[in-house]
């Protein structure tokens, strides 16, 4: 059983950071070799989407538009844990934040174990 944590969210104000973890578990060790982890995010009333992605063996990074120039994704190999920065925040950042391991995609349904989501409000 592969489970994802995400931790970090809260309430910030615009122009603040943030860093998101995402922690796994269970298999997630043997998971995380052989996959790509991603980041995606769902804000009140929208569909969710894509933020960026890593490779966990490579190290390669793929960011939104969105994101490019503000969010950062890295890992830590040795914690099985990733991170993704996030700075200069804006309002229109606010949704719920989720983590997964999948493939190398920027489509979710690429990505077969999810985290639960932490929220991230910004306000104005």
């Known amino acids: 059983q592969v489970q994802l944590v995400e931790s970090g969210g809260g309430l910030v104000q615009a122009g603040d950071s943030l860093r998101l973890s995402c922690a796994g578990s269970?298999?997630?060790?043997?998971?995380?070799?052989?996959?790509?982890i991603g980041w995606f995010r769902q804000a009140p009333g929208k569909k969710r989407e894509f933020v960026g992605v890593?490779?966990?063996?490579?190290?390669?990074?793929l960011y939104a538009d969105a994101a490019k120039g503000r969010f950062t994704i890295s890992r830590d190999k040795a914690k099985n844990t990733m991170y993704l920065q996030m700075n200069s925040l804006k309002p229109a950042d606010t949704a719920v934040y989720y983590c997964?391991?999948?493939?190398?995609?920027?489509?979710?349904?690429?990505?077969?174990?999810w985290g639960q989501g932490t929220q991230v409000t910004v306000s104005s």
């Open positions: 269970g298999a997630s060790g043997r998971i995380f070799s052989v996959h790509a």
């Open positions: 890593i490779s966990w063996s490579g190290g390669g990074t």
């Open positions: 997964a391991a999948g493939r190398w995609s920027t489509d979710q349904a690429m990505f077969d174990y």
